[in-house]
């Protein structure tokens, strides 16, 4: 599809998703002022485009992998945002009952294989997955999303080989927000555009604006289709910039408040409003109707999960371990053999 064939409604619809997140995210920075939450949150405020944009090209049998910056890709997949709450609060009806927090939310049933703590760790799983789609002969496709910082681990570069050599239907996203927590890119990274980097595996690769979520829609469903139909794996880089801390609670003193200024007037939700108002004349109270629509939707979910219940003490370790390696364990420690461990 190309950007004059979208419709105003398509783009109203990834409006309302980016305007859901943003308002899920602003929720989740007051729980964590109230001292609710249970773990570091790492919001995703002003990268919502490329998570909308990619997400609306994906069918429900499609596969994503995520970040430790991960609510917007679980909410643009379809997550239910009460039980995301929950897991951010440790309750027992949070994704993981309350013991996993921010960092780990996962719904394999919609395609969502998990938020991830560690820096690149979900780019090797989305091989794993693409690999098995592959063996299964569907026409699914996996998406994994990650940051510029995790582009410099090795993780990523040998995930790249093993999807290239295989020609893996997996699209490889990378958010460049232009940190890796305080370090700018340009000291991090040795190559001036990341997708530079498809070239030393041989796949194509490209950059996009991040912040355009009609341009992301319009540029990755292309991509999409092409994965779809045998092309192999892709590296696509979308240019954006986190317009909060890393995380919450971060002093944020390695960049200057001018550069967050001359980003925050490129803003996705702003400026997806303004093209639909400009280029679509789409009303103004329209657009203001979603947003107290989400914001009471994502107040409904929050204020539910904030009365669920907490797992109870006797019950804190279960789920955390394999039943079978307790038993493991208790074999080891009366082993008469000393070489065991
Ligand atoms: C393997 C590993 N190394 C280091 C960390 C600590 N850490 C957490 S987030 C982060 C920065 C990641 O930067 P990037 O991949 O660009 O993602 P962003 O935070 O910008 O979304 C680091 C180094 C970690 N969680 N895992």
């Keep these: 599809m190309n950007k004059s064939d979208i419709t105003s409604e398509q783009i ?59 609510h917007g890709h679980c909410i643009a997949k379809g997550a239910d945002m009460r039980k995301m709450y929950a897991e951010l609060m440790g309750r027992e009806t949070g994704y993981c009952k309350g013991r996993g927090g921010s960092m780990h939310i996962a719904d394999v049933k919609i395609g969502i294989l998990g938020a991830n703590g560690i820096v690149a760790g979900g780019i090797p799983i989305s091989v794993g997955a693409a690999f098995a789609i592959k063996l299964q002969k569907t026409d699914s496709i996996v998406v994994s999303f990650f940051g510029d910082g995790a582009s410099n681990e090795g993780a990523f570069h040998e995930a790249l080989n093993m999807a290239a050599v295989k020609r893996l239907p997996v699209a490889f996203v990378c958010e460049n927000n232009h940190y890796g927590i305080s370090m ?5 990274t040795s190559v001036e555009r990341i997708s530079d980097r498809a070239k030393a595996y041989g796949i194509k690769g490209l950059t996009i604006d991040g912040n355009d979520v009609v341009e992301v829609y319009t540029s990755f469903g292309k991509i999409a289709e092409e994965i779809r139909n045998g ?3 892709v590296l696509i880089e979308m240019e954006t910039y986190r317009l909060s801390g890393h995380y919450f609670g971060d002093n944020e003193n390695y960049r200057s408040k001018d550069e967050v ?14 093209q639909l108002i400009n280029q679509y004349r789409c009303p103004t109270e329209l657009l203001d109707n979603i947003i107290k629509e989400e914001r009471a939707h994502v107040m409904e979910a929050c204020e539910t999960a904030k009365s669920d219940p907490e797992p109870s003490p006797a019950e804190l370790s279960k789920d955390l371990y394999d039943p079978d390696f307790k038993k493991i364990e208790w074999r080891v420690r009366t082993s008469n053999s000393s070489s065991v461990l």
């Design 231 to 233: 092309s192999g794996p």
């Design 184 to 188: 700018n890119v340009s000291q991090s």
């Design 12 to 70: 109203l619809d990834m409006y309302q998703i980016m305007v859901r997140i943003r308002e899920f995210e602003n929720q989740a920075i007051e729980l964590a002022k109230m001292n609710l939450t249970r773990a570091a949150i790492h919001t995703y405020n002003g990268e919502e485009a490329i998570a909308t944009g990619v997400c609306a090209c994906l069918k429900e049998n499609d596969y994503i992998t995520s970040t430790h910056r991960g």
């Design 261 to 274: 200024a001359s980003w925050r007037a490129k803003d996705p939700i702003q400026n997806c409003r303004e």
